[in-house]
């Protein structure tokens, strides 16, 4: 257990790994009472969809939002198939592991589902889905920007005369 | 009344043929007339466009004249002038409670141990008998350390010595004898002074703790999309999260330019302050917070 807490997250570094680690050092000896949720430690150990997708790609949105409160950014693009659908998503977060876990969790709800099911997603769904507690729920709002954020720069890539079908979906939103 | 032609340099990277990353620099300049280019509404959470959204949490120009009138009844004035935007005051009633609600907190206070009345300025020490007091409740940073107007630009050193004046005073071995209510005071005390000097020692705190004492403090949990900060930030994160941790040569290259970025942000946000645009200072904090982060990763790494 102390051997995990002591692994980094080589692909996501942020000022969050260390603090992650030592939190749940701590809970091992029984020194704090402060603990994550197995699915917050889960998504956070092996995040889901973690990388980067050719932003210029007509077929790529790409939402960029921050938190000024405490200076996280996160990166949340979709990759959309002819007929609207959400065929592959990922994400780049710096910041606590919460809005890791938030924009790991928002990945891999969104895949496989059309672009319009997406902007239903609301950010007390993923806290639901991780327990956060009320300091971190800004966490997942911040994923809930996100997602917005990437449809509606492929909206806005799509009113630029992409496929017809598209042209008439985007005209009909 | 807003800075004119304000510049905050951006660095960018290129990756040069050897893939060696080398550091050009790239002006972004923010004119104050052509604000909406680079502008995010702070407040408004879905807001992504250039529009210029006034906040929502941007107390109404009534609210806060009372709170600044209720503040200098307090011997606590602002040299920073009230913020007057176009936003109609949502509530008139609401205006004039708050006004009432400032008026009524001021309360004689006198000395515990003497009698003696005490004016704002007395906050430690009874002047007449030198008992140490409790510590006040709303007692702001700023009067803790002797100043009675809130300020962004600040002399270091002075308020350290100011800073260990006071707790050399209030140090407990200087109430090893005294009576446990005036070592619980003592405590107090000192706990404040530390806090004050804590945030007011800060650029980042410092800049906050003002803003958040004129009502531009609520919008912090808003999300933001401005594309340039966040894309400049993205990368820059990305840049020390890819280097190894071994090559301290870049490393303290990157922390390098880092510094002079935050020292210049920190210099906007000195003008912005002195020349009262609360709203460019709110931005320029934001920025300088995302500017700590990216030291803060990179020190980690080193």
Partial sequence: ?173 | MRAQGARLLFLAHQTTAEGVQSIQARSWIAASSDRAAWLWPIGCRHSSTASVAAPPALYPAAVQHAIARGSSARGISSSIPAQHNAEPAHNDAAAAAAAEACDGQQQERTCWQCGHSLTTHDLFFCPECDSVQPAGIDVQHFPILGMDQPQFELDLRDLERRYKALQIRLHPDKFATASSLEQEYAQQQAAAINQAYDVLKRPLRRAHYILSQRGFGACEGMTITDPELLMYVMEAREEVEGTPANDTARLQALLDTNQSLEQRCIQELSAAFAAGDLQHAAELTTQLRYICRIREAIVEKM
């Avoid at chain 1, 809970?27 to 402060?34: A, E, F, I, N």
Wanted: hydrophobic letters at 40%; charged letters at 25%.
């Fill in chain 1, 1 to 173: 257990m102390l051997a995990f807490a002591s692994k980094t997250c080589g692909v996501v570094a942020s000022t969050s790994g260390r603090s992650l680690a030592q939190d749940l050092a701590r809970v091992v000896t029984g020194v704090s009472s402060r603990s994550y949720h197995k699915n917050v430690v889960d998504h956070y150990d092996k995040p889901r969809n973690v990388g980067s997708f050719d932003k210029t790609d007509p077929n790529v949105g790409t939402g960029l939002v921050g938190a000024p409160a405490c200076g996280d950014v996160m990166k949340l693009q979709i990759k959309v198939d002819a007929d609207g659908n959400i065929v592959d998503s990922c994400f780049k977060t710096f910041g606590c592991g919460s809005a890791i876990a938030s924009s790991s969790v928002a990945t891999e709800w969104i895949k496989g589902k059309p672009v319009e099911d997406v902007m239903t997603i609301k950010n007390s769904d993923i806290a639901k889905h991780l327990s956060l507690p009320p300091v971190k729920l800004h966490c997942s709002m911040l994923a809930e920007d996100a997602i917005k954020a990437a449809v509606k720069d492929w909206k806005a890539k799509q009113g630029k005369g992409e496929s017809p079908k598209l042209q008439a979906q985007a005209a009909s939103t």
